[in-house]
């Protein structure tokens, strides 16, 4: 109604096809498509395939030193880096992100830490927002 596009709530991939077990470190980036369930450790980016609706579900057990895009995504683990959620974005009462969260839909736990800013994605797509430079904050603009 009035124009506005509907956006279905929720996670909409419930395929999890690939597991990076809590014993495993991972050093270098990672890219996924349909589903992914990190316990483990990944120091590089985690990125979901381009256009899918993909699924990255990180545990309490894991940690992610680097940006996260993808299209849902579940944290209960760390993360030290930017998020990207295309679609919707929940975080768990044990995640803990170091890092500015994007997202068109946000669910977020008592509990859950984030340090840094929660943007709403308005229009665009996420990978022209994440090349996009940050607006400058109102305390940083010169004077006249």
């Known amino acids: 109604m009035f124009g506005k596009k509907n956006i279905q709530a929720g996670i909409q991939q419930t395929k999890l096809a690939t597991l990076i077990a809590q ?10 498509a349909d589903g992914l369930r990190l316990d483990g450790q990944i120091r ?7 256009g899918a609706k993909t699924l990255l579900v990180l545990s309490e057990s894991s940690a992610v030193e680097g940006n996260v895009h993808g299209y849902d995504i ?24 170091t890092g500015n969260i994007r997202y068109a839909q946000l669910q977020m736990e008592c509990g859950a830490v984030v340090e840094g800013r ?3 994605l308005e229009g665009g797509t996420a990978p022209d927002l994440l090349l996009a430079a940050p607006e400058p904050a109102a305390d940083d603009a010169s004077p006249a």
Do not use: C
């Open 23 to 32: 014993d495993v470190r991972i050093t270098g980036d990672v890219e996924f």
């Open 44 to 50: 590089g980016n985690v990125t979901g395939k381009p």
């Open 74 to 97: 579940v944290a209960n683990g760390r993360i030290v880096g930017d998020v990207i959620a295309e679609h919707f974005v929940e975080l768990k009462a044990n995640a803990h992100v």
């Open 118 to 120: 929660l943007t709403k």
